[in-house]
């Protein structure tokens, strides 16, 4: 191994230990009584529990501890600077709603940065005992029937395309919503309430596209490895990087993100 | 036991038998590559599967057998008569779009009517290895934790209220659409893609009311004694029988039940 490739797999490692632990936690609260928070500023319904609060100040004290001149920018505890090229992405619970409901979708999101480039990422969902993970050594699901690798589909057709998005309200300005209701009405069928999920899907190879708006950076950072390891990609409505978050779309191959970035954009 | 108790006892526990056979047809299907046929019509798209069939044949192969002259109602293959009081409701897959993406929120349903009444209703997903069912000694859940009672929550308030519902776009009419839209602002928030699974959610007091459109009587019907033997209630939006489909309210309690009629046909 090279030293790069010998770091990536030490970030591998580590990154797929604190996973499963911080998901130990989230199995803890699921479908449990908890007190629901709303945080919301410029949402109108934002929960937080303690749930989310526990993960993520775990997993920022594993960090610490390790790696400790890595940033670290978790959805409930904000930013703290490191000094080197490497930062940590965290959402402890991406799909709150989701999880204060008792639905399965939702997950445990861990990225790693290195300058502007994700370049490990991890979703945990404990409940049904699964990690999707991509890194410089691939895309893989690993679950109960051990480490199986990501694909995504080669599905060309618009008119085939299954497209996944969390709520239909998530779209901040009109354009946005027609944008996103064009590229739903040329697609076979559009299925909500998918959270990080979704994107799981996709690398998968049981939906085709992921298109939503109004997301934050640990909400989709994580996941691109995972998408684009298994044949997938991501990126904004403009074509560009979906590292800032905003609007997303996560496509199977090329050719349907180009067509859908042509839906959304025309 | 009366005889009339005798009787419901041995068809739940026949209904407890079929469904967990017919759910394990369905997981051997379920997150395979499997081809998927287009029989919409009057639906823009409304997948059709070697699954879905199958389990529907095997449920009413066991039907025909133990019960002749009871009558069948089933998804797929249509109505067959009896010539006694009681008839048989089969949803092979309820959620097919959602089977078809790999997501777990689906189900195999079998419900139980006597004359207009539904006596004993189930809902198995056996991804998640549960079994939701409802019969006059009550409603329970069954999975590796064992049998556990079903119960709603009582959630007063409107704007705490989570409102389940399958798709955005399942309401028939431009009125059906604004009192869906009345309810669901009214509500802490709306959760999508959930089809009979959020019934199942509302019954274990994880959500509090499932708002929807254009449902087939096999799709609502062995879900009304889950959620009423766990204390909620299930009508169309008149407050009318849901026996029929079309529109219906499911509810934790009487008091949202009631709010939520108002806000659907003010």
Chains 1, 2 share one sequence.
Not at 38 to 52: L, M, Q
Not at 198 to 211: K, S, T
Request: with cysteine.
């Amino acid at each position: 191994m090279t030293p790069a490739s010998n770091d990536a797999a030490r970030y591998l490692e580590f990154a797929m230990d604190v996973i499963e632990q911080a998901g130990a936690i989230a199995l803890k609260y699921f479908r449990t009584e908890l007190e629901v928070i709303n945080k919301a500023k410029k949402r109108e319904y934002d929960p937080v529990t303690r749930a989310d609060r526990e993960i993520e100040e775990y997993i920022r004290g594993r960090i610490r501890e390790t790696f400790p001149n890595h940033a670290i920018i978790g959805e409930e505890f904000g930013y703290q600077s490191g000094g080197s090229p490497y930062s940590w992405l965290i959402d402890p619970i991406d799909g709150t709603k989701g999880f204060i409901t008792g639905s399965p979708m939702w997950g445990v999101l861990l990225g790693l940065m290195e300058a502007e480039y994700c370049i490990t990422g991890l979703l945990r969902q404990p409940f049904l005992g699964e990690t999707y993970y991509g890194s410089p050594a691939g895309a893989f699901l690993l679950d109960h029937a051990g480490r199986t690798p990501l694909k995504t589909r080669d599905t060309r057709s618009m008119d085939e395309a299954i497209v996944c998005c969390t709520h239909p309200g998530m779209f901040l300005t009109e354009d946005a919503r027609r944008g996103f209701d064009r590229a739903a009405r040329s697609c076979a069928f559009t299925r909500f309430g998918t959270d990080c999920y979704g994107y799981a899907l996709l690398a998968r190879g049981f939906v085709d596209l992921v298109v939503e708006g109004d997301l934050e950076a640990y909400d989709i950072v994580p996941l691109i490895p995972i998408v684009e390891g298994a044949g997938g990609i991501v990126t904004d409505w403009q074509g560009g990087s979906a590292n800032r978050g905003g609007t997303v779309v996560a496509a199977a191959n090329r050719a349907l993100h180009a067509r859908t970035l042509e839906l959304l954009n025309s």
